[in-house]
């Protein structure tokens, strides 16, 4: 995989993000500017603050 299609991970909780047609350059909604980097299958759509390239990166908090 390269750059863009890496895979990425929930930094919430480590679950692969999947992408798709909700996860693209384009934004939530109009009223929303954060892209969504990918869907996390217990977080739902997370942006790029919430998505990190190794499941060991997980946000304990």
């Known amino acids: 995989m390269t750059g863009a299609e890496a ?16 996860a693209s ?5 109009c009223l929303n500017a954060t892209p969504i980097a990918g869907v996390c299958p217990t977080h739902g759509p997370v942006g790029p603050h919430h ?3 190794e499941p ?4 304990d908090a």
């Open 7 to 22: 895979e990425s991970y929930c930094a919430r909780c480590g679950e692969p993000l999947s992408r798709g047609l909700v």
């Open 51 to 53: 998505a990190v390239e």
């Open 56 to 59: 060991n990166g997980v946000d």
């Open 25 to 29: 350059e384009q934004r939530a909604c």
